[in-house]
């Protein structure tokens, strides 16, 4: 059964930053759209930001822009999530999924949730 698995999860400062990471477990992301979610205590589940399958287009929601930025890591065929200046709003459990094509604007990244593959999650945790 196909997996993807996060990983970089952790506790980290307010303001400082995390890598987070994902990989399939069969096989690369470099050709798949893959997108990252975020569900907070409480909160429904949110979709944080996207990167297409062809031209590797990423889109982000507000919350997230100008601080997270997506990547595909080709060597690796991994795709990772590089956030920045975090705040006590980006605590919650970061899960990444991912379809062979997709993501192609900003509503994906609101909108779009019916991804082939899912990780289970990984915990971010902004503390003061």
């Known amino acids: 059964q196909v997996q993807l698995v996060e990983s970089g999860g952790g506790l980290v400062h307010a303001g400082g930053s995390l890598r987070l990471s994902c990989a399939a477990s069969?096989?690369?992301?470099?050709?798949?759209?893959v997108a990252w979610f975020r569900q907070a205590p409480g909160k429904e589940r949110e979709g944080l930001s996207c990167i297409s399958h062809s031209d590797n287009q990423a889109y982000y929601a507000d919350s997230v822009r100008g601080r997270f930025t997506i990547s595909k890591d080709n060597a690796r065929g991994t795709v990772s999530l590089q956030m920045s200046n975090v705040n006590f709003e980006d605590t919650g459990v970061y899960f990444c999924?991912?379809?062979?094509?997709?993501?192609?604007?900003?509503?994906?990244?609101?909108?779009?949730?019916?991804?082939?593959?899912w990780g289970q999650g990984t915990q971010v945790t902004v503390s003061e």
């Open positions: 999924a991912a379809e062979q094509a997709g993501c192609y604007s900003e509503y994906d990244v609101r909108h779009h949730v019916r991804y082939d593959y």
């Open positions: 069969t096989f690369s992301l470099n050709n798949y759209a």
